[in-house]
């Protein structure tokens, strides 16, 4: 495989760099976000219901509420967030021994990064790198070689050499894209 302009990585041996989504990809946030919302809402609703990426279209709720509960579920609650399969950091290790480089990029607001750090290191998460993202400057231009995300808006876009392996999620499964998978492990087996 040919990587356009990719000098410095032919010295290095042209290691792959896999970039890993954390919400909804790595940690399963909105099982512990609907339940913060049936909490506050006196009503219930799980992940499943949640069908939209806009969830103020699926749920009585403002995009500045959506925000607002999902920084509190990461700053006080960030402990009950299960990852999105047991022993995923072992999976990542396993990437990680096939030799690739691994970009943890997730975008952000900043008073949750020193929470998803711990959340990373709880569950024993290898990383090459993490970047925390408070910008809008897309995904797709950010170096890496697979993109692996539950974001339809972050993958839409990605064109050779560059391919996405879409995470299903509820949200998700309108958006036609060709490599799906349920879990970080079956990602793994296409690397
Ligand atoms: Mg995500």
């Known amino acids: ?41 006196g009503t219930r609703v799980t992940k499943k219901e949640i ?3 806009d969830i103020p279209t699926v749920l009585p709720i403002t995009p500045d509420q959506v925000y607002r509960y999902f920084s509190h579920v990461w ?8 990852p999105t399969e047991p022993d995923i950091g072992d999976v990542t290790k396993r990437i990680h021994r096939k030799g690739y480089r691994i970009s943890i990029i997730t975008k952000r607001e900043r008073p949750t990064a020193a929470y998803v750090a711990m959340w990373l290191d709880l569950h024993r998460i290898y990383a090459d790198e993490l970047l925390f993202v408070y910008d809008a400057l ?19 876009d990605i064109i050779a050499p ?14 036609d894209w060709p490599v799906r998978v349920d879990s970080l492990s079956e990602a793994e087996k296409l690397l």
Request: no cysteine; net charge positive; aromatic share 10%.
């Open 162 to 175: 560059k391919s996405a392996i879409l995470f299903n999620q509820p949200w998700n499964r309108d958006f």
């Open 1 to 41: 495989m040919t990587i356009a302009g990719g000098t410095a990585l032919r010295v290095t041996g042209a290691v792959k760099t896999v970039a890993i989504d954390v919400d909804s990809v790595l940690a399963d946030v909105m099982l512990v976000w609907a339940d913060e919302y049936s909490k506050r809402s």
């Open 138 to 156: 897309p995904k797709i231009d950010y170096p890496f070689d697979v993109l692996i995300d539950d974001a339809p808006k972050n993958i839409v």
């Open 51 to 53: 069908i939209r990426w």
């Open 75 to 82: 700053k006080h609650r960030w402990r009950e967030i299960p």
